[in-house]
């Protein structure tokens, strides 16, 4: 289930006291936006409301910068990201493009001296992704990952709830995501007016293979590997977000994946349908994710204990606790009264054992953008590392490509997090 911040419902009282929200910066941090499309427009919005000023928008639709123009009036625009990055008045850069343009518009946002807001999954390839940690630390300027879950208060709590004990020794995870509609599969309309006048098509191609004018690929770039990193890339990294953040990993050891394009032929070269298996060495991690068929649509991270499991959702996180308790009947039926007796004396039938107790439950009272927000420009004024800092962004990024680089080579992949090299 989704959750919008106008429409957010506000949770218990109990749920208020768990978190308190980071304060918004005593000056106005003045950011600069480049991508103004689906997700763009809804950061505009919320880093207004997280304390920043938006001093300039650029965009390659010119219907995008209309649309900033009517949340953010007044607001500045242009279809040339460079003129964000060299204003001097802009604090940092807010990156929302398609994937393949992130990590230069970022790299060269921090060689200008600004900090950096980049949408998930950080960049397009692993080995931009570890250019943008070596730059990170030769400019001391500061990334912070758009996915966001570091700072939902749902994801804190399982936290808490896990490193407190509450189910135990952690074996297996399991990540489902479901979208049943083409608008999950990022079917999305297109403008009217789009066309070579109102887009920027050959500045979005960038160092992308040279093709005629797309307006589909323009707008659906995620079903696209040239643009896109496909369901792991837009997806897989929310969920593993809350894998490293609550199991305190950066990297998985392996990666195998499987998948296709069931449904939605036609139109895209990523799967609709991508599953993949990680080994984390302690423990597994499952992520199923199905953009072609499912009744349900929603994502959810299950933390699978032997005394528990914590079922984590975007609004919600729920505890069910159980004690094992064993019952020997079916194995021992087949042996001899003699046999059965002697064992039913050693080990008399447990009483008073709830196998499953009820569960418990904590709604969330944010959505979470915000929250991140506010830790950034916190950060940028103590200049301490963001919550979803680049080394984190780099584990979570690895781990997608790694399930994209596993399904469309059909082999298992292997990382070396010493070396951070891939292996196969």
Not at 35 to 44: F, T
Not at 58 to 69: I, K, N, T, W
Not at 82 to 105: L, N
Request: glycine content about 8%; some cysteine.
């Amino acid at each position: 289930m989704d959750v919008t911040r106008r429409s957010f419902v506000q949770g218990s009282v109990a749920g208020m006291l768990a978190s308190t929200a980071p304060a918004a910066p005593q000056t106005p941090v003045t950011v600069g936006v480049v991508g103004a499309g689906i997700r763009g427009i809804w950061l505009i919005g919320t880093a207004r409301d997280a304390g920043a000023k938006i001093a300039m928008v650029a965009d390659l639709y010119d219907g995008h910068l209309r649309r900033a123009q009517e949340v953010e009036p007044g607001v500045a625009v242009t279809r040339d990201y460079k003129e964000v990055i060299q204003r001097s008045d802009i604090q940092a850069v807010i990156v929302a493009t398609a994937d393949h343009w992130h990590s230069q518009i970022a790299i060269e946002a921090m060689r200008a001296g600004k900090d950096v807001y980049v949408e998930k999954p950080m960049t397009h390839t692993i080995p931009q992704a570890l250019e943008m940690v070596k730059v990170s630390k030769e400019t001391g300027r500061l990334v912070q990952v758009g996915s966001q879950a570091v700072s939902m208060q749902t994801t804190n709590k399982a936290k808490e709830w896990i490193e407190a004990g509450r189910i135990g020794n952690i074996f297996m995870v399991q990540c489902t995501i479901y979208r049943p509609n083409a608008v999950g599969a990022w079917r999305y309309p297109v403008p009217y007016d789009a066309s070579p006048k109102t887009i920027d098509w050959d500045r979005f191609l960038g160092n992308a293979p040279k093709r005629p004018f797309d307006a589909e690929r323009f707008f659906h770039f995620r079903n696209f590997w040239d643009y896109g990193t496909g369901i792991a890339g837009d997806e897989y990294v929310h969920l593993l977000t809350r894998v490293h953040h609550c199991l305190k990993v950066r990297f998985p050891l392996s990666a195998y994946a499987q998948g296709g394009i069931y449904k939605w032929k036609g139109d895209r070269d990523v799967p609709d349908i991508h599953n993949t298996l990680y080994d984390y060495g302690k423990f597994q991690v499952q992520v199923n994710a199905n953009l072609a068929s499912n009744w349900d649509g929603g994502e959810y991270v299950r933390f699978m204990g032997d005394l528990g499991t914590i079922e984590l959702q975007k609004p919600v996180v729920k505890l069910f606790p159980y004690q094992p308790r064993e019952s020997y009947s079916y194995p021992t039926d087949s042996w001899p009264k003699d046999q059965r007796d002697r064992f039913a004396k050693e080990h008399p039938p447990e009483r008073g054992r709830q196998e499953r107790s009820a569960p418990e439950q904590f709604e969330q009272t944010r959505e979470g953008t915000e929250d991140h927000f506010r830790n950034l420009f916190q950060c940028m004024q103590t200049r301490e590392q963001p919550s979803e800092n680049v080394e984190f962004g780099l584990g979570t990024s690895v781990a997608c490509h790694m399930a994209n680089l596993s399904y469309r080579e059909k082999k298992r992949y292997f990382w070396d997090g010493d070396r951070l090299q891939l292996r196969t």
